[in-house]
């Protein structure tokens, strides 16, 4: 209000009233990203030295995501917890299902590509930690230490803040540039500004899909699941010999798949108005 009122002219309260939006949410994003590397660099505060210190090491960002939100909004944005859209339901282990079949089919079409016309091809399943660890365990470890935080802080806060201040398309346009923007520094097979910058753009469609679930779905279950799907793949791994075509593939594959999605028949609300 303050700024408001030292404002002149007809239009200078609209101006202002933008410039207060435009802060809003660069504080929004600002405070995602902070807790986002908080929780990347989680695991690192838990010695590796058994095998319940693996297990801790994935459960750590989970954790993690969870506090800081819970601070945030406590203390300082006091916005209601049910807008996160994480409540478990009977349908969250259905959507996330849904949400890393999604995924996992998109990447596997994608790769399929990639080695038909010889940009890679496929390589063998790595069970070094055992074969109860690979096809029980790291599944479900996977999913709490980079598929379900990492959805809560983007797909669950971040997208829950901006739809308050715009359409859900704009939502999702932000919500995945600024996820796929911060893999830029992210750990990859890239090599060069070009594959780099490839992978940031197979990132943003990557976070593209995700979002879309989100609106269709009404929860962050289904997103989780799909960005677990980035690490089940490993499955069925492939061995890069172009990546750059690689990236291509998996970047339209994800956008064709997202398209789809936006076009299957359901509601597309912002947060606050889907029930809670």
């Known amino acids: 209000m303050v700024i408001v009122r030292s404002c002149h002219g007809p239009m200078c309260p609209a ?7 435009t802060m809003k949410v660069l504080v929004a994003l600002l405070t995602t ?3 986002f590397v908080l929780v990347a660099l989680s695991p690192i505060l838990s010695p590796r030295t058994t095998s319940a210190d693996v297990v801790v090491s994935h459960l750590l960002p989970t954790v993690a995501a969870l506090a800081l939100l ?17 409540a478990p339901t009977r349908w969250s282990i259905p959507q996330f299902l849904l949400g890393a079949a999604v995924g996992l089919g998109t990447l596997l079409l994608a790769n399929a590509l990639a080695v038909w016309v010889g940009a890679a091809t496929w390589g063998g399943v790595s069970t070094d930690q055992g074969v109860p660890y690979a096809l029980f365990l790291f599944p479900v470890l996977i999913a709490f230490r980079a598929g379900y935080p990492e959805e809560l802080l983007f797909r669950g806060h971040l997208f829950d803040v901006l739809s308050d201040r715009y359409r859900q398309m704009t939502v999702l346009v932000i919500t ?4 796929g923007a911060l893999h830029i520094v992210s750990q990859s097979a890239a090599e060069g500004i070009v594959e780099r910058l490839l992978y940031v753009l197979m990132a ?5 899909l995700c979002g879309t679930l989100r609106m269709r779905t009404g929860t962050v279950w289904a997103a989780a699941g799909m960005h677990s799907s980035l690490y089940y793949v490993v499955y ?17 594959l994800f956008a064709l798949a997202a398209a789809a999605v936006l076009m299957f028949p359901g509601r597309r609300l912002p947060s606050a108005a889907l029930p809670g």
Do not use: H, K
């Open 236 to 252: 069925f791994p492939t061995q890069e010999i172009n990546f750059g075509v690689q990236l291509i593939f998996q970047t339209v």
């Open 176 to 179: 995945s540039v600024s996820f």
């Open 33 to 35: 990203i902070v807790m």
């Open 204 to 208: 943003i469609g990557f976070g593209f």
């Open 70 to 86: 819970f601070l945030y909004r406590r203390f300082a944005d006091r916005r209601p917890w049910s807008s996160l859209r994480t």
């Open 15 to 21: 101006a202002c009233r933008r410039t207060v939006l």
